[in-house]
Protein backbone atom coordinates (compact mmCIF):
# COMPACT_ATOMS: atom_id res chain seq x y z
CA UNK A 1 0.00 0.00 0.00
CA UNK A 2 1.04 3.26 -0.80
CA UNK A 3 2.14 5.64 2.14
CA UNK A 4 2.99 9.40 2.30
CA UNK A 5 5.27 11.01 5.18
CA UNK A 6 5.84 14.45 5.69
CA UNK A 7 9.08 15.17 7.89
CA UNK A 8 7.83 18.11 9.45
CA UNK A 9 4.55 18.59 11.88
CA UNK A 10 4.97 22.77 11.80
CA UNK A 11 7.72 24.94 10.15
CA UNK A 12 7.78 28.40 11.86
CA UNK A 13 9.83 31.10 9.47
CA UNK A 14 10.13 34.73 8.96
CA UNK A 15 9.22 36.72 5.85
CA UNK A 16 11.67 36.61 3.42
CA UNK A 17 13.48 33.62 4.38
CA UNK A 18 13.39 30.19 2.21
CA UNK A 19 11.27 27.34 2.32
CA UNK A 20 11.80 23.33 2.03
CA UNK A 21 9.33 20.93 3.18
CA UNK A 22 10.02 17.56 3.26
CA UNK A 23 8.07 14.65 1.30
CA UNK A 24 8.81 10.88 1.00
CA UNK A 25 6.53 8.08 -0.52
CA UNK A 26 6.48 4.63 -0.20
CA UNK A 27 5.41 3.01 -3.81
CA UNK A 28 7.69 0.85 -6.23
CA UNK A 29 6.16 1.78 -9.32
CA UNK A 30 4.77 4.86 -11.18
CA UNK A 31 3.34 7.74 -9.27
CA UNK A 32 1.91 10.78 -9.80
CA UNK A 33 2.65 13.62 -7.21
CA UNK A 34 0.74 16.35 -5.73
CA UNK A 35 0.82 19.53 -3.15
CA UNK A 36 -2.04 20.80 -2.10
CA UNK A 37 -2.59 23.83 0.50
CA UNK A 38 -4.95 24.82 2.99
CA UNK A 39 -5.09 28.03 3.78
CA UNK A 40 -7.05 28.87 7.01
CA UNK A 41 -10.93 28.51 7.07
CA UNK A 42 -10.32 27.88 3.02
CA UNK A 43 -10.83 24.48 1.23
CA UNK A 44 -8.14 22.45 -0.40
CA UNK A 45 -6.32 23.93 -2.97
CA UNK A 46 -4.12 22.40 -5.46
CA UNK A 47 -0.51 24.17 -5.83
CA UNK A 48 1.42 21.93 -8.21
CA UNK A 49 1.72 18.29 -9.21
CA UNK A 50 4.12 15.96 -11.07
CA UNK A 51 2.79 13.51 -14.20
CA UNK A 52 6.39 12.89 -15.93
CA UNK A 53 8.74 14.91 -17.95
CA UNK A 54 10.94 17.65 -16.14
CA UNK A 55 11.01 16.35 -12.42
CA UNK A 56 11.29 20.33 -11.22
CA UNK A 57 7.62 21.78 -11.54
CA UNK A 58 6.49 24.98 -10.97
CA UNK A 59 3.16 25.54 -9.37
CA UNK A 60 1.44 28.72 -7.87
CA UNK A 61 2.39 31.60 -6.05
CA UNK A 62 5.78 30.95 -6.32
CA UNK A 63 5.75 27.79 -5.87
CA UNK A 64 7.85 24.50 -6.75
CA UNK A 65 9.05 20.71 -6.18
CA UNK A 66 11.47 18.58 -7.34
CA UNK A 67 10.78 15.13 -7.92
CA UNK A 68 13.55 12.47 -7.41
CA UNK A 69 13.07 9.26 -8.12
CA UNK A 70 15.67 7.57 -6.61
CA UNK A 71 14.83 9.10 -3.21
CA UNK A 72 11.15 8.82 -3.49
CA UNK A 73 10.99 12.48 -2.50
CA UNK A 74 8.86 15.23 -3.56
CA UNK A 75 10.11 18.33 -1.51
CA UNK A 76 8.44 21.68 -1.89
CA UNK A 77 10.46 24.68 -1.93
CA UNK A 78 9.88 28.79 -2.07
CA UNK A 79 12.44 31.11 -2.17
CA UNK A 80 11.15 33.36 0.17
CA UNK A 81 8.07 32.59 2.04
CA UNK A 82 4.89 35.72 2.68
CA UNK A 83 3.01 36.04 6.08
CA UNK A 84 0.29 35.21 3.77
CA UNK A 85 1.48 31.32 2.74
CA UNK A 86 0.79 30.49 6.73
CA UNK A 87 -1.55 27.85 5.56
CA UNK A 88 -1.26 23.85 5.84
CA UNK A 89 0.42 21.54 3.11
CA UNK A 90 0.07 18.41 2.53
CA UNK A 91 2.07 16.27 0.24
CA UNK A 92 -0.23 13.42 -2.01
CA UNK A 93 0.68 10.40 -4.54
CA UNK A 94 -1.59 8.36 -6.45
CA UNK A 95 -0.84 6.03 -8.86
CA UNK A 96 -2.28 6.32 -12.67
CA UNK A 97 -4.19 3.41 -13.97
CA UNK A 98 -4.75 0.06 -11.91
CA UNK A 99 -7.19 -0.04 -9.23
CA UNK A 100 -6.37 3.39 -7.82
CA UNK A 101 -8.93 4.93 -8.63
CA UNK A 102 -9.99 8.26 -7.52
CA UNK A 103 -7.75 8.10 -4.36
CA UNK A 104 -5.40 9.94 -3.16
CA UNK A 105 -2.79 9.15 -0.07
CA UNK A 106 -1.77 11.77 1.72
CA UNK A 107 0.46 13.18 4.06
CA UNK A 108 0.05 14.08 7.79
CA UNK A 109 0.12 17.83 6.67
CA UNK A 110 2.89 20.68 7.47
CA UNK A 111 1.67 23.42 9.59
CA UNK A 112 3.63 26.72 8.32
CA UNK A 113 3.79 29.78 10.39
CA UNK A 114 4.96 33.14 8.78
CA UNK A 115 5.87 35.60 11.10
CA UNK A 116 5.89 39.06 9.56
CA UNK B 1 -17.09 27.59 -14.05
CA UNK B 2 -18.24 26.41 -10.07
CA UNK B 3 -16.45 24.85 -8.41
CA UNK B 4 -17.30 21.72 -5.98
CA UNK B 5 -20.17 22.42 -3.76
CA UNK B 6 -20.59 21.00 -0.73
CA UNK B 7 -24.59 21.05 1.41
CA UNK B 8 -24.83 21.30 3.95
CA UNK B 9 -21.48 23.14 5.53
CA UNK B 10 -22.41 22.16 8.94
CA UNK B 11 -24.06 19.76 10.77
CA UNK B 12 -24.94 18.53 14.31
CA UNK B 13 -26.30 14.77 14.94
CA UNK B 14 -26.46 12.59 17.98
CA UNK B 15 -25.01 9.52 18.10
CA UNK B 16 -26.62 6.84 16.51
CA UNK B 17 -28.66 8.43 13.72
CA UNK B 18 -27.86 8.80 10.40
CA UNK B 19 -26.74 11.70 8.09
CA UNK B 20 -26.54 12.08 4.28
CA UNK B 21 -23.88 14.84 2.50
CA UNK B 22 -24.12 15.85 -0.33
CA UNK B 23 -21.91 17.11 -3.40
CA UNK B 24 -22.09 18.90 -6.72
CA UNK B 25 -18.61 18.62 -8.65
CA UNK B 26 -17.24 20.80 -10.93
CA UNK B 27 -19.40 20.85 -14.84
CA UNK B 28 -18.04 17.95 -16.74
CA UNK B 29 -16.73 16.23 -14.00
CA UNK B 30 -17.91 12.50 -13.91
CA UNK B 31 -15.36 11.30 -11.09
CA UNK B 32 -16.00 12.17 -7.10
CA UNK B 33 -14.31 11.12 -4.16
CA UNK B 34 -14.83 11.56 -0.88
CA UNK B 35 -12.49 11.79 2.13
CA UNK B 36 -12.65 12.46 5.77
CA UNK B 37 -10.00 15.02 7.71
CA UNK B 38 -9.54 14.35 11.43
CA UNK B 39 -7.11 16.22 13.42
CA UNK B 40 -5.85 12.73 14.45
CA UNK B 41 -5.79 10.55 11.27
CA UNK B 42 -5.51 12.98 8.73
CA UNK B 43 -6.99 13.09 5.25
CA UNK B 44 -8.57 9.33 4.18
CA UNK B 45 -10.13 8.31 1.83
CA UNK B 46 -13.64 6.99 1.79
CA UNK B 47 -14.26 5.51 -1.65
CA UNK B 48 -14.85 6.86 -5.46
CA UNK B 49 -17.91 6.85 -7.90
CA UNK B 50 -17.70 7.49 -11.60
CA UNK B 51 -21.15 6.83 -13.92
CA UNK B 52 -22.99 6.11 -10.33
CA UNK B 53 -20.65 3.20 -10.02
CA UNK B 54 -17.92 2.23 -7.05
CA UNK B 55 -14.81 1.97 -8.41
CA UNK B 56 -12.73 2.36 -5.39
CA UNK B 57 -13.18 2.11 -1.45
CA UNK B 58 -10.87 3.04 1.41
CA UNK B 59 -11.06 0.87 4.91
CA UNK B 60 -14.26 2.45 6.36
CA UNK B 61 -16.61 0.28 7.91
CA UNK B 62 -20.02 -0.86 6.41
CA UNK B 63 -21.76 2.48 7.72
CA UNK B 64 -20.19 5.02 5.11
CA UNK B 65 -21.99 4.16 2.13
CA UNK B 66 -22.06 6.45 -0.73
CA UNK B 67 -23.88 6.54 -4.47
CA UNK B 68 -23.74 9.30 -7.35
CA UNK B 69 -26.15 10.11 -9.81
CA UNK B 70 -26.38 10.13 -12.85
CA UNK B 71 -26.10 14.23 -13.16
CA UNK B 72 -22.57 13.23 -11.34
CA UNK B 73 -23.78 14.62 -8.33
CA UNK B 74 -23.08 12.42 -5.19
CA UNK B 75 -24.17 11.80 -1.78
CA UNK B 76 -22.71 9.90 1.18
CA UNK B 77 -24.51 8.33 4.02
CA UNK B 78 -23.31 7.60 7.40
CA UNK B 79 -25.47 5.63 9.59
CA UNK B 80 -25.58 5.09 13.47
CA UNK B 81 -23.20 7.47 13.72
CA UNK B 82 -20.45 7.28 16.40
CA UNK B 83 -18.39 10.01 18.17
CA UNK B 84 -15.73 9.63 16.48
CA UNK B 85 -17.61 10.22 12.96
CA UNK B 86 -17.03 14.03 14.22
CA UNK B 87 -15.08 15.28 11.26
CA UNK B 88 -14.53 17.12 8.21
CA UNK B 89 -15.92 15.33 4.83
CA UNK B 90 -14.37 16.55 2.01
CA UNK B 91 -15.78 15.63 -1.49
CA UNK B 92 -13.39 16.45 -4.88
CA UNK B 93 -13.71 15.82 -8.31
CA UNK B 94 -12.04 14.79 -10.76
CA UNK B 95 -11.85 15.24 -14.85
CA UNK B 96 -9.21 12.34 -15.62
CA UNK B 97 -10.41 8.87 -14.40
CA UNK B 98 -7.83 6.18 -14.09
CA UNK B 99 -5.21 7.89 -14.95
CA UNK B 100 -4.45 9.19 -11.49
CA UNK B 101 -5.46 13.40 -12.79
CA UNK B 102 -5.23 16.10 -10.01
CA UNK B 103 -8.91 16.66 -7.90
CA UNK B 104 -10.58 19.61 -6.94
CA UNK B 105 -11.99 19.91 -3.62
CA UNK B 106 -14.99 21.23 -2.04
CA UNK B 107 -15.24 23.37 0.67
CA UNK B 108 -16.25 20.39 3.44
CA UNK B 109 -19.20 19.34 5.32
CA UNK B 110 -18.16 19.83 9.09
CA UNK B 111 -20.16 17.08 11.00
CA UNK B 112 -19.95 17.06 14.62
CA UNK B 113 -21.57 13.74 16.78
CA UNK B 114 -22.40 14.43 20.18
Known amino acids: AQSVSQHNHHVILSEAASLELGCNYSYGGTVNLFWYVQYPGQHLQLLLK??????LVKGIKGFEAEFIKSKFSFNLRKPSVQWSDTAEYFCAVTTPGGTSYGKLTFGQGTILTVHP | KAGVTQTPRYLIKTRGQQVTLSCSPI?????VSWYQQTPGQGLQFLFE???????NKGNFPGRFSGRQFSNSRSEMNVSTLELGDSALYLC?????????????FGPGTRLTVT
Open chain 1, 50 to 55: YFSGDP
Open chain 2, 27 to 31: SGHRS
Open chain 2, 49 to 55: YFSETQR
Open chain 2, 92 to 104: ASSLLTGTGGEQY
